[in-house]
């Protein structure tokens, strides 16, 4: 199985301030067809997940730009430019190359 | 807009089974495959098995196989997980979610999540 580790697990934030969230993978993420299948989601709390990236970097459906992703391989990363107070909760990478799927076991940001 | 209501959680007895349902709206149920996710109280994301939109394929995690049976009923819209033997470790959230295998290959919509308790 591919093993999923995000750092750090948590990351107090001021609003307004940049956060950053790293996940490296066991092995790489390069599917035989070209694309990489990893993809970041936040959980508010109380709710279920939301798709926020997919393929490394493209942003979901109504996802704000302040959010993205960028990455290669086993080295993936999501930023958010200036965290705003909507933000708070824990986000998740996860890799959809192979079975099982497996997920970084979650970055909780929080407002200092 | 798209829907997806899952049902049939709830507190049941270590060894006994339980069988959840994941009701689809707003898009062509057929047309995708759909996931089983569970959450353990406190706990993060856990993948848990995966259907083909046929039912051609089905996956499941080393944990559950032989003991959970992921399927569908296309004419029915809706995704199912039949949970036998159960653990106290199988307690959670169960969550099902589509997968698009067309442009995202990602799991791009949720439903809210039906939790299930094993305890004596």
């Known amino acids: ?39 970041w989601l936040q959980q508010r709390p109380g709710q279920p997940p939301r798709l926020l ?21 086993t080295d993936f990363t999501l930023k958010i430019s200036r965290v705003e107070a909507e933000d708070v909760g824990v986000y998740y990478c996860m890799q959809a190359k192979q ?6 076991g979650g970055t909780k940001v929080e407002i200092k | ?17 339980l069988r959840l349902s994941c009701a689809a709206s707003g898009f062509t149920f057929s047309n995708y495959g759909m996931h089983w996710v569970r959450q353990a109280p406190g706990k993060g994301l856990e ?10 394929n089905k996956y499941y995690v080393d944990s559950v196989k ?21 653990r106290a470790e199988d307690t959670a959230v169960y969550y099902c979610a589509r997968y698009d295998g067309g442009t995202i290959f990602g799991l791009d ?12």
Request: aromatic share 10%.
């Open chain 2, 1 to 17: 807009q798209v829907q997806l209501v899952e049902s049939g959680g709830g507190v049941v007895q270590p060894g006994r089974s």
């Open chain 1, 53 to 73: 990236i997919y393929k490394i970097s493209n942003r979901f459906s109504g996802v704000p730009d302040r959010f993205s992703g960028s990455g290669a391989g």
């Open chain 2, 47 to 56: 993948w848990v098995a995966v259907i083909w939109y046929d039912a051609s």
């Open chain 2, 66 to 86: 032989g003991r959970f049976t992921i399927s569908r009923d296309n004419s029915k819209n809706t995704l199912y997980l039949q949970m036998n033997s159960l």
């Open chain 1, 99 to 104: 079975f099982p799927f497996t997920f970084g």
């Open chain 2, 109 to 120: 919509q949720w439903g809210q999540g039906t939790l299930v308790t094993v305890s004596s």
């Open chain 1, 1 to 39: 199985d591919i093993v999923m580790t995000q750092t750090p697990l948590s990351s107090p934030v001021t609003l307004g301030q940049p956060a950053s969230i790293s996940c490296r993978s066991s092995q790489s993420l390069v599917h035989s067809d070209g694309n990489t299948y990893l993809s």
